[in-house]
């Protein structure tokens, strides 16, 4: 629950819904609260009209601006698929989940419980790379998720 109101803080709105809730006074009884910032009834409304007619800033990165790609890493069973796709989603952005781009053969020695090296991991960082490199050139933002747990794979994602 925490994660979701973090994100939908992050999420990148023209107008603000009004969202009213009871919550504790002093008194010990309860009062309404609301986020509203309008003065005026029909300032929300004009607010509400605009951002139903603007087109969403959140699907391509403005031309000012280059796109954004995210990367979450982190071990194994960390949450780096589950974090991401949830933000990727709030943030109607593109999502790849950095296993899916792995060589038939890496899958296999995985299946196996045979570790990876180095020489194995290259191929598929590449891949990841590429996959954030499209989303750029097509002003796209995203984000992946990835056990790039070396500086080197780090910066091989990245193209440092």
Same mark, same amino acid.
């Given at each position: 629950?925490?994660?979701?109101?973090?994100?939908?803080?992050?999420?990148? $709105?023209?107008? $603000?819904?009004?969202?009213?809730?009871?919550?504790?006074?002093?008194?010990?009884?309860?009062?309404?609260?609301?986020?509203?910032?309008?003065?005026?009834?029909?300032?929300?409304?004009?607010?509400?009209?605009?951002?139903?007619?603007?087109?969403?800033?959140?699907?391509?990165?403005?031309?000012?601006?280059?796109?954004?790609?995210?990367?979450?890493?982190?071990?194994?069973?960390?949450?780096? $698929? $589950?974090?991401?796709?949830?933000?990727?989603?709030?943030?109607?952005?593109?999502?790849?989940?950095?296993?899916?781009?792995?060589?038939?053969?890496?899958?296999?020695?995985?299946?196996?419980?045979?570790?990876?090296?180095?020489?194995?991991?290259?191929?598929?960082?590449?891949?990841?790379?590429?996959?954030?490199?499209?989303?750029?050139?097509?002003?796209?933002?995203?984000?992946?998720?990835?056990?790039?747990?070396?500086?080197?794979?780090?910066?091989?994602?990245?193209?440092?």
């Amino acid at each position: 629950m925490r994660l979701r109101r973090r994100l939908s803080a992050m999420r990148p $709105t023209s107008a $603000t819904p009004v969202r009213r809730r009871k919550r504790a006074s002093s008194s010990g009884g309860s009062i309404l609260a609301d986020n509203s910032s309008a003065s005026r009834p029909d300032e929300g409304a004009a607010a509400a009209d605009e951002a139903a007619h603007s087109p969403p800033p959140h699907i391509k990165a403005p031309s000012a601006a280059k796109p954004l790609a995210v990367v979450i890493m982190g071990v194994s069973g960390s949450g780096k $698929t $589950t974090v991401g796709a949830l933000l990727a989603g709030h943030m109607h952005w593109r999502f790849e989940d950095g296993d899916s781009l792995h060589p038939a053969a890496n899958i296999d020695k995985m299946r196996r419980g045979v570790p990876l090296d180095d020489m194995d991991r290259w191929p598929w960082l590449r891949a990841v790379a590429c996959v954030i490199a499209s989303w750029r050139a097509q002003g796209q933002c995203g984000v992946v998720a990835c056990s790039a747990l070396k500086r080197a794979y780090r910066r091989a994602i990245i193209g440092d």
